[in-house]
């Protein structure tokens, strides 16, 4: 489905004029209020899913002391192997430093096969390895990527159409509890239970064989 | 009930007859809201399937799905095992070498695929991977595209049983925009196209949280919560006494 097909489903759900989201004449929201809303609930849905993984290896030198830069698109990982240059993997779990400090207090100056990756307790977009490598090796990520900003300008959606409709209400759920003569927080509760019931159904598709 | 090729022009025809009055919706509005119905429907029990063919590729474990399929089910090898489902977490926990090993590797090793797991939705990956390249070897069996309506003639296979659930759901959606008692009238049409899809997927009756979505969490009125009594409730029990 293209942009201005969702846009225009969701102007039909508020008495907006369907034009595929070009115009909002009844001034309670913005064309770049909705579009912004559009693109927060396409990623939040894909971070909090992982439905859509982006493979990448990235090379890791020992020098770096097992400080990975992540692609500037990342929102998430999905899973983490090392992989030495031996061509031997090891899966990496997600580990803290409370963790690392306690498991292996020598992992920021001993080097080792990694085991863990921390991802949240450096910079943005970069992640260390516990312990740090004690060789070059190759980081294999499946990692949830940020899509290409939708603008309304007739491109395809990178979601599948069948979890759109979740997409659609969460939109809805913020515009309806926009202050102001639309504000109707009943609707907008029920649009808000709609996505979070596709996240759900998203997590069971992903899960429920296991 | 018999399987109908039912046309999207019969579809609005029979959902303008489920109202009583002036219909409140637009043609376009009627078909986007039974387009809606059907990729619902479709999420939810995953309605039209299709199988496709993949080759294997050395050593490779995992595997991106085309975009015909939403997401995968099923994989089994074309000489006719089926592959068991698990997760990425298991092979992880359980077997940490498992990316690595192939048909050949020996040892606890199977000679030939006998687990996969989905990584996302449109990506898998199998144990243990082909030593070599095989070439349509791998059948995968998942969701197909929820067909899109767009003109009066088109047409979708539906079970008659589907019909009228599908088109309350339809109702439900195009009234959202009246909001008020007229969509609450609506509410439980919405939860009875999940009821319905609960009972045809076993996954979602087996998620408790989904069966609250869908109502069919009654542990509540089994066990239903009561107060210490109060000065009402003597009073109510006098004079039921004095009667």
Known sequence: MIDQALLTEIQYAVLEPPDGGQTWPSEIWTRAEVLGSLNTHLWAWLRDTHAIITRTELAILAADLGIVALPADWLATGSAVWRTAAGVRTPLGPVDRFEGDLALPTWETVPGTPLGIDEFEDDTLTLKLVPIPDADGTLELLYVARTAEVFGAGITLPVPEEFLSGIKYGVLGGMLRTVGRMVDPGRAAYCEQRYDLTVLLTKILLGGWA | ?243
């Open chain 2, 1 to 243: 009930m018999a399987y109908t090729a039912i046309s999207l022009a019969q579809l609005k025809v029979d959902m303008t007859a489920r109202w009583d009055e002036a219909v409140f919706w637009t043609d376009e509005e009627a078909r986007l809201a039974i387009n809606e119905g059907l990729r619902d429907w479709n999420l939810l029990v995953g309605r039209w399937s299709r199988r496709i063919i993949l080759s294997t590729g050395a050593g490779t474990v995992e595997y991106a799905l085309p975009s015909t399929l939403i997401y995968g089910t099923r994989l089994a090898m074309a000489a006719g095992l089926p592959l068991h489902p698990t997760s990425i977490l298991e092979l992880d926990l359980g077997r940490p070498t498992w990316r690595s090993e192939t048909t050949t590797s020996g040892g606890a090793v199977p000679t030939i695929p006998t687990l996969w797991a989905p990584i996302s939705l449109q990506r898998i990956a199998i144990w243990p991977a082909t030593v070599g390249a095989g070439v349509n070897n791998l059948l995968v069996d998942g969701v197909a595209a929820t067909p899109v309506l767009v003109e009066n003639g088109d047409t979708v296979d539906l079970g008659e049983e589907l019909h009228d659930p599908l088109l309350d759901y339809a109702l439900h959606v195009a009234a959202f925009k009246e909001g008020g008692a007229r969509w609450a009238a609506t509410l439980p049409y919405f939860q009875t196209f999940l009821q319905l899809a609960a009972e045809e997927n076993a996954l979602l009756k087996a998620s408790k949280a989904f069966r609250r979505f869908a109502g069919l969490d009654r542990r509540r009125d089994l066990q239903p919560s009561k107060a210490p009594p109060t000065l009402i409730d003597g009073i109510a029990q006098g004079l039921k006494e004095g009667s």
